[in-house]
């Protein structure tokens, strides 16, 4: 169970939305160099972000993308579904095409704490909580240099 690189994408994109902070929309190209993001994969994945509500495209002088819905609201995994992630396809990690609670891989119980986690932690991480993480961190880092 690890994201595909387009789930990461995603997670990077809205966190880069996040963390900048901007009064007016960011442009693809900024948001593409903050994330590290290929500009025509960053596209592919803001469409979907656009798709899902969590963003609004403004096209145009001054244009870009900007969160179009608040932040406690979009949590980590409505970001993954979004950009496609599905925690029920994860294959099994000992490549069993037939693994569960009947018929385990050796692997399988640890594993399935492990999703559990994992779900958990991204039906209950917000935007939200990113932002104030982010701003903690940028706080420390102020308060370190005086």
């Given at each position: ?30 948001l593409a160099?903050t994330t ?111």
């Amino acid at each position: 169970m690890f994201l595909n690189q387009t789930s990461q994408y995603a997670l990077r994109a809205m966190a880069g939305l996040i963390v900048a902070d901007q009064n007016g929309p960011m442009k693809s190209k900024d948001l593409a160099q903050t994330t590290e993001i290929p500009s025509h994969y960053l596209s592919k994945i803001m469409r979907k972000m656009v798709e899902a509500g969590f963003v609004e495209s403004k096209k145009g002088h001054g244009g870009g993308f900007i969160l179009k819905k608040p932040l406690e609201q979009i949590r980590i995994i409505d970001v993954l579904n979004a950009a496609g992630f599905d925690m029920d396809e994860q294959p099994c990690v000992f490549g069993w095409d037939q693994c569960s609670d009947c018929n385990p891989c050796p692997l399988h119980p640890v594993w399935k704490r492990l999703k559990e986690s994992f779900n958990e932690w991204a039906f209950n991480t917000t935007m939200e909580d990113i932002r104030k993480e982010n701003r903690l961190l940028i706080d420390m880092k102020f308060s370190q240099k005086s």
